[in-house]
């Protein structure tokens, strides 16, 4: 049995292949294709039948038609090619299909064709045969053609026209807006995209060969419908609903009015009911039925598309109540006014809340009252706790107190009622002002309304009255002013005085305003203090003063104009809690200078506590003030000026800065402090923090020097200019050349002669050391050929005379002895003198030379104490005699040097009394 079902199974396999194939190639190709045009809209039917297969019509096969439309005369471009996919069945053997063309129709022939495939099969069917649009062909024509006329195209689209000549004429140029172009064709064809430039409506013009064919159309830009915005429906009587919107985009053009007009659709969205349509409105209405919940869309729609909006909403929420007329006043009084309005009937039992706005110069005040949209009509309503001799705008609105949201009626149109007079309330805030420059009192009084006082009707005039405080029984002297008047100066005596102030209007007088003048001035000097701009703001200057318990309340008085010819005197009131505030005024300017005199007040009497003298800010002075150079020297001189305090109202005093430079070179002094000005040059600088200061000593000058000095006051932070004056010195010469001068040719030759004759003597010994004489002793035997020495000190030299026969060299070795010094051991100074005078030496028998010369190691500078230290080891003085050596007796067997006849080094008394 399988296997029978096996061979069943192969035997079908290709009978089923066959069908799917002959369903894909044969069975369902589309025939009969037709084309038809529809000019006026620009669209295009295709029609066309499918192959019959009843097998296939029973299945419901899903079937793709590829469609191609193309343009003949165009060299056969293909501007369109879209699948269409339908369900092939018994009753659908007829298809249709629509298609609007971008290229007019009449500009060109369009041509198309049509295969189709089973949707699960990747095999088409053959193409049917090119299939032209029916019409008239153009070229053919004994007349002109241009295309489109007068159509309306999207901004920002592109638009295809043609201008097409007569039988056997061509088109020699076409004017598209401001584009001109040429050609020498029977048909042309273009296509172009309109710039943001182009205006609404713009012309399209075709240039023929026969120029009497010359002619032209009008093309039109605009834009498809704007989503409608803000759908909103209402209604007023529970009758009638009333839709509005935000307006889109409408041309008011008066051809977009008639070919492309914007129209507005109210329908419902369940179903096709339409509620109301308008055309270039932004609002419908329609009468509700016995529903209250809709649901609706409204379509915005034109030529060129459509947009939707829709909204759901409850009818009972929607209600906007309408007030017709303004109210009207039925009662009122000073503080008083009966109110009532006009409502439009609602068809519905509602609470209605209604607010009422009473508006007047000092601000807006409002009530609300709820009513019955059935019974309590008209409404009415009583505005209490309002202002005597007031005016007030009054109007009404009013709202359905049901859902979650408020719908207000319109504001009505006010209406202006003012309640009547009566007698002031509250007093006048009263001050005044005394002239201390004149013996006989001078009082000035000062009025003005409080915040307590309500004039409560037009003021007609201000009364004063005088009591003497000091004689009660004198007659009471009354003053009286107009209402225009703000102040009033009165002469008083030397006694003290009550004074009475009050208002009075067309009813009645306020309360009288107390004041007490004192008789005399008990305040005393009260000091003058000068303060700082800290804590102010851009038109408030702070004050601050020390409260005292005893005080009930305390005043400051100024003058908003101190400099100008009106004062503009202002005070000010402050509690007994209260010891500082920030006085605002759009008077205050920068660089005035503001005295505020502070009071306290006790039992309506007045007492001066301080003086503050302000600035509503300081402005530094830039002008250099006038200064004198004095004590000039080469090193320092003193720069003078007079104090400015007084010359400067637009800031307090509080130093100065001496600036001081050099002609195009940089100043460094020391001391100073340096800075750079505009042109990089250095400034020395000296800040003097004393503001009664006024000298100053500059030092370390430099002496023969070009100075420039400029003296600046400063308030706060000085600000250096080089455009001020600066003062030129030129500090003198020191004369240090002339102490240089007596210095070289007198100081130091006398320094010097000084020392020498203080030294002379170590000075002589030490240049040219004193050479002893040589003694001989009356116990020597001279004989021609020999000198005999008996009984001779060691340390003494005997002086041999030289024999003539001695060659010239010889005698020149014996020239040692000439300048040669010597320390004897034993010294004669009896002797000295005759010795020198009696003995001559022979300069040509001896000489004298440093042991060096001969070879020997030299001891120290005899001239120096070091000398004596070194003989032992040292020759100092050779002394040579020409003779034989044999020919000296008594010689020292320590000293082995047979041709040396004066040896210090070898004697030990020699070495110990030596002086040098």
């Known amino acids: 049995m399988d296997h029978w079902v096996f061979h069943t199974i192969l035997l079908c396999i290709p009978l089923c292949l066959g069908l799917v194939q002959n369903q894909g190639n044969q069975m369902f190709e589309p025939r009969n294709l037709r084309i038809y045009s529809n000019n006026s809209v620009q669209r295009l039917l295709l029609e066309w039948d499918v192959s019959d297969y009843s097998e296939a019509y029973n299945s419901k096969i899903d079937i793709d038609f590829n469609i191609q439309i193309r343009l003949r005369e165009e060299n056969g471009i293909i501007i369109l090619n879209v699948n ?15 298609f609007i063309s971008e290229v007019p129709l009449q500009c060109t022939t369009h041509e198309a ?6 949707v699960s099969s990747k095999i088409w069917s053959n193409w049917t045969d090119w299939v032209a649009a029916d019409g008239p062909d153009a070229l053919d024509s004994e007349t002109i053609h241009i295309f489109p006329q007068n159509k309306v195209f999207e901004r920002g689209s592109n638009i295809t026209f043609c201008c097409i000549a007569k039988k056997n004429k061509i088109v020699n140029s076409i004017s598209f807006h401001k584009e001109n172009m040429t050609t020498k064709q029977q048909r042309v064809l273009f296509t172009r995209k309109p710039t943001s430039s182009f205006p609404l409506c713009f012309q399209l013009a075709c240039g023929f060969s026969d120029v009497r064919d010359n002619d032209a159309t009008y093309l039109y830009l605009t834009n498809q419908p704007d989503k409608p915005q803000n759908l909103n429906c209402e209604t007023e009587d529970m009758i009638h609903i009333r839709c509005t919107w935000n307006p889109v985009f409408v041309s008011t053009d008066c051809f977009f009015r008639d070919a492309c007009p914007m129209e507005f659709i109210l329908s419902d969205v369940s179903s096709t009911k339409i509620y109301c349509s308008t055309k270039f409105q932004n609002s419908c209405s329609f009468k509700m039925g016995d529903q209250f919940l809709y649901n609706v869309r409204l379509t915005a729609r034109n030529c060129l598309g459509q947009k939707h909006e829709q909204l759901s909403f409850n009818v ?8 017709f007329n303004k109210p009207a006043v039925d009662y009122q009084n000073a503080t008083f006014i009966q109110l009532s309005w006009d409502i439009n009937p609602i068809n519905a039992s509602l609470s209605l809340l209604c607010q009422i706005n009473a508006a007047n110069g000092d601000g807006n005040k409002q009530y609300n009252i709820t009513v019955q949209s059935n019974s309590d009509f008209p409404p009415r309503f009583q505005l209490g706790g309002l202002k005597p001799a007031t005016k007030y705008a009054l109007k009404v609105r009013c709202a359905a107190d049901v859902g979650p949201s408020w719908k207000w009626s319109s504001w009505t149109e006010s209406i202006i009622s003012e309640t009547p007079e009566t007698a002031p309330s509250g007093l006048l805030d009263v001050w005044r002002y ?5 013996e006989q009192h001078n009082v000035t009084v000062f009025w003005k309304e409080s915040s307590e006082f309500r004039a409560n009707g037009k003021i007609q005039k201000y009364h004063l009255s005088l009591e003497n405080l000091e004689e009660p029984s004198m007659q009471h002297h009354n003053y009286s002013s107009s209402a225009s008047q703000k102040s009033s100066m009165i002469s008083l005596g030397n006694h003290s005085y009550k004074i009475l102030v009050w208002a009075q209007n067309g009813v009645s007088a306020s309360s009288p305003s107390v004041i007490i003048i004192p008789a005399t001035n008990k305040n005393g000097k009260v000091h003058l203090s000068k303060e700082t701009t800290d804590n102010n703001t851009e038109h408030g200057i702070y004050i601050s003063w020390k409260p005292q318990s005893k005080f009930s309340q305390y005043v400051v008085d100024w003058c908003n104009h101190p400099t100008g010819n009106a004062c503009d005197f202002q005070w000010k009131k402050y509690e007994q809690n209260k010891s500082s505030d920030l006085i605002t005024s759009d008077a205050f300017r920068h660089g005035v200078r503001y005295t505020f005199n502070v009071y306290g007040i006790q039992d309506d009497k007045s007492y001066l506590l301080e003086k503050k003298v302000k600035y509503l800010k300081e402005e530094e002075p830039l002008q250099y003030i006038l200064c004198n150079i004095v004590n000039t020297t080469a090193n320092s001189l003193k720069v003078t000026w007079e104090p400015q305090d007084q010359k400067f109202n637009s800031c307090f005093i509080r130093g100065y800065v001496l600036y001081m430079k050099m002609d195009n070179q940089n100043c460094m002094v020391q001391g100073s402090e340096q800075f750079r000005n505009a042109n990089n040059l250095t400034i020395c600088s ?10 100053f000593t500059v030092r370390h000058l430099k002496p023969r020097t070009k100075y420039l000095f400029a003296v600046q006051a400063y308030a706060v932070k000085p600000h ?3 455009n001020g004056t600066f003062k030129t010195v ?10 240089h001068l007596l210095y070289l040719l007198v100081i130091i030759p006398l320094m010097l002669m000084c020392m020498c004759s203080r030294k002379s003597n170590r000075v002589r010994n030490c240049l040219y050391p004193t050479i002893p004489q040589p003694k001989v002793t009356p116990i020597f035997k001279m004989s021609s050929g020999m000198t005999e020495v008996n009984d001779i000190i060691p340390d003494q030299l005997v002086m041999l005379e030289k024999p003539q026969e001695f060659s010239r060299k010889q005698s020149t070795l014996g020239m040692l002895l000439e300048n040669l010094s010597y320390s004897q051991t034993t010294y004669y100074p009896e002797m000295q003198t005759e010795e020198r005078t009696n003995q001559k030496f022979n300069s040509g028998l001896t000489s004298y030379k440093p042991l060096q010369a001969f070879g020997f190691t030299t001891s120290p500078n005899p001239c120096t104490p070091e000398a004596h230290l070194h003989s032992k080891d040292h020759l100092n003085y050779l002394y040579q005699m020409e003779v034989p050596p044999s020919m000296i007796q008594g010689t020292n067997s320590t000293c082995p040097v047979p041709w040396l006849d004066y040896r210090p080094q070898c004697s030990t008394i020699s070495r110990r009394n030596t002086d040098y």
Do not use: C
């Open 720 to 722: 250096y200019t080089d």
């Open 113 to 118: 064709r049509i295969r189709s495939k089973v």
């Open 730 to 739: 030129f500090t003198p010469d020191d004369g240090k050349w002339l102490f």
């Open 686 to 695: 000296y800040k003097i923090e004393k503001p009664n200061q006024t000298e």
């Open 84 to 98: 269409y996919t339908t369900v092939l069945s018994q009753a659908r053997q007829h298809h249709q299909w629509s």
């Open 316 to 323: 009972m929420h929607t209600v906007r109540p309408v007030i």
């Open 434 to 438: 005394i002239n201390p420059d004149l």
